[in-house]
């Protein structure tokens, strides 16, 4: 019995060490197939902070694998899902226009259901083995849709409020302390107006926390009684909105002009779905240094955000390389730095080297920013169909 347990053990080590061996030879040829390749990759051009990043990101894969990269500057992601669609109808099925997409969400959806992706690729990138799927379970499952290797997690988000400690010491900690404190100080409270994702991310989080049995929010919306499940919002929101800032009769535009209104005195309560934004803001001297983040008692919506590979793209090896090297710890470490981005990694660090262990412990935390025990519980996002519905009724209620 000993005998055939060992002979087994060292069969399995063998097989370990003969798919290690394949793996690693992959990579070489994808190396190899890489150089001399310009990677399209389509990411929003919004934030000089992310582009700066972006840039230097093409500056180590240029010098270090001999792979260009051109930052295509978006302003929607679901603009080049489309572009991509029209390429797959048009039977433009090699030399795409777009070799790497910054993506999630619904977007990654209607990419994954209408078969625009590479086939299942992420499994091959030596960085991925290291990425924590079993602590952050949204680097598998992207709003309810099972990621399938057919998306790299590139960084972490969740939902977080700012408040000015000198203008408000104690901070509602859920949607119906939120409701209490706009009612005792009208005016004082709003949120960003849909379809801003902020906005969006406002509603699915009170939708969440009011809806007696949030695990329905997992299914598609299609497949439950949506108007019941989303009744208590409804409800929620109509006694918000008469005490909101200017009644309701005008939102901010996004979650930077409220952060500009928090800055200005007129609302007490700003919002981001960057742990470390309001650290990063306060550095550039944007927000008061009293200024601190806080999540509800219940817990605040998290996400990943991923990179993707078109069916058709060109520069198939290219992105693989970079998008490699955006989930290695050296760019994760200079990523969650909030002086450079201040994006949470989607790593586990204990697994990794002692080196870049160290280099994740020496990333300043930021005045303002929650450490990841305090940022717990993350809560998951509904299904990516739930966004439609809820925009849509939205609009038709409170749209102007």
């Given at each position: ?6 002979t087994?053990a060292i ?6 060490l ?25 990411a ?8 700066s ?12 694998y001999?792979v ?5 500057k978006?302003?929607?992601a679901?603009a ?14 090699e ?9 999630n ?13 590479q ?6 990138l ?7 799927t079993?602590?952050?379970p949204?680097?598998?499952v992207?709003?309810?849709?099972p990621?399938?290797?057919l998306?790299a ?7 977080v ?17 939120l409701?209490?404190?706009?009612t ?9 107006k849909l379809?801003n994702f902020h906005?969006t ?6 939708l ?5 049995d949030?695990s329905?929010l997992?299914?598609?919306a ?10 208590p919002l409804w ?26 209104l ?12 960057n ?5 990063r ?14 999540i ?9 955000h991923?990179?993707?590979i078109?069916?058709?793209?060109k520069?198939?090896?290219g ?7 955006l ?5 994760q470490?200079?990523?969650a730095?909030p ?28 005045v ?15 299904h ?9 009724e ?6 102007q």
């Amino acid at each position: 019995m000993w005998t055939k347990r060992l002979t087994t053990a060292i069969f399995a080590g063998v097989c370990s060490l003969a798919a290690s061996g394949s793996q690693a030879a992959n990579w070489a040829e994808t190396l190899e197939s890489a150089k001399g390749q310009t990677v399209y990759f389509n990411a929003w051009g919004g934030s000089d902070t992310i582009n700066s990043y972006i840039n230097w990101a093409g500056e180590q894969v240029l010098d270090r694998y001999g792979v260009t990269v051109e930052h295509v500057k978006i302003t929607d992601a679901a603009a080049v899902v489309a572009r991509i669609l029209a390429e797959q109808t048009a039977g433009r099925t090699e030399d795409g226009s777009v070799d790497l997409i910054w993506v999630n969400g619904e977007n990654f959806r209607n990419l994954k259901v209408n078969e625009l992706l590479q086939e299942p690729w992420t499994q091959e990138l030596p960085s991925y083995a290291f990425v924590d799927t079993e602590n952050k379970p949204t680097t598998t499952v992207d709003f309810g849709e099972p990621v399938d290797n057919l998306e790299a997690p590139w960084g972490m988000a969740q939902l977080v409020f700012m408040h000015d400690t000198a203008q408000l010491a104690e901070p509602p900690r859920s949607m119906q302390e939120l409701l209490k404190h706009a009612t005792e100080n009208p005016g004082r409270v709003s949120y960003p107006k849909l379809p801003n994702f902020h906005g969006t991310t406002f509603i699915k989080q009170a939708l969440i926390e009011l809806t007696e049995d949030s695990s329905v929010l997992q299914q598609a919306a299609d497949q439950v009684d949506a108007a019941a499940v989303t009744a208590p919002l409804w409800d929620f929101l109509d006694k918000l909105h008469p005490v909101l800032w200017r009644s309701a009769k005008n939102f901010p535009a996004d979650g930077q002009q409220m952060r500009q209104l928090m800055d200005d005195g007129e609302l007490d309560i700003a919002l981001s779905f960057n742990p470390n934004e309001a650290s990063r803001a306060i550095v550039d001297g944007q927000l008061s240094e009293t200024v601190r983040t806080y999540i509800h008692t219940a817990g605040t919506i998290g996400n990943t955000h991923f990179v993707a590979i078109p069916f058709n793209a060109k520069a198939s090896a290219g992105a693989k390389v970079l998008a490699d090297f955006l989930m290695s710890a050296e760019a994760q470490a200079r990523k969650a730095d909030p002086e450079i981005w201040g994006d949470p990694t989607v790593l586990a660090i204990d697994t990794l080297e002692a080196t870049d262990q160290q280099a994740f412990a020496e990333v300043p935390l930021g005045v303002a920013t929650l450490s990841p025990a305090e940022l717990a519980p993350t809560l998951l996002e509904p299904h990516a169909s739930w966004v439609e519905v809820l925009e849509a009724e939205w609009q038709k209620r409170y749209g102007q």
